[in-house]
């Protein structure tokens, strides 16, 4: 029992920094998009910039997909692993992949900042927060694991 305790501490401990750093990335992206506005950008014509908005929005929608693809995946694998350690190995690999393919998505609302997009960039960065929320590490689950 206190072993448990200490695995799910331990463990818990690390995926919420893992996790919180990844969340804070995309606030930071945010905020120097705000601070950037009207200093940085490139100079592309209106049609260049909806292709791109397209794209990156499309891009958008695969990447979430991928990220709770692959972490009810893994979290799947790790509820059928056999040993205690694996599972929550298994576990850790699935919250730090689904926090890290979030944070991309942040990235593609910065570089929609970038490139001279000044509005569309932002809801990027507001959903890549809100699939960390959503995807982030939950503490039944872990319990569950152990």
Sequence with gaps: ????????KGTWSVLNTIWFVSF???VVYAFLGLLLKGYVGFSFGEDTLNRLR???YLL???TITFAVYRRNRVVGRARNAKRREDRLLLYRRAVIE?????DVVGVYGFLLLL?????YGFPLMITAG?????????????QELL
């Excluded at 029992?1 to 799910?8: F, G, I, P, Q, V």
């Excluded at 689904?98 to 979030?102: E, L």
């Excluded at 490139?115 to 509005?119: M, Q």
């Design 24 to 26: 804070f990335s995309v």
């Design 60 to 62: 958008t929608l695969l």
């Design 115 to 119: 490139f001279g997009d000044r509005f």
């Design 98 to 102: 689904s926090a890290g393919i979030m």
């Design 1 to 8: 029992m206190k072993d448990e305790r200490e695995a799910l």
């Design 54 to 56: 397209t794209f990156f």
């Design 130 to 142: 809100l699939g960390m929320l959503y995807l982030r590490p939950k503490r039944s689950e872990l």
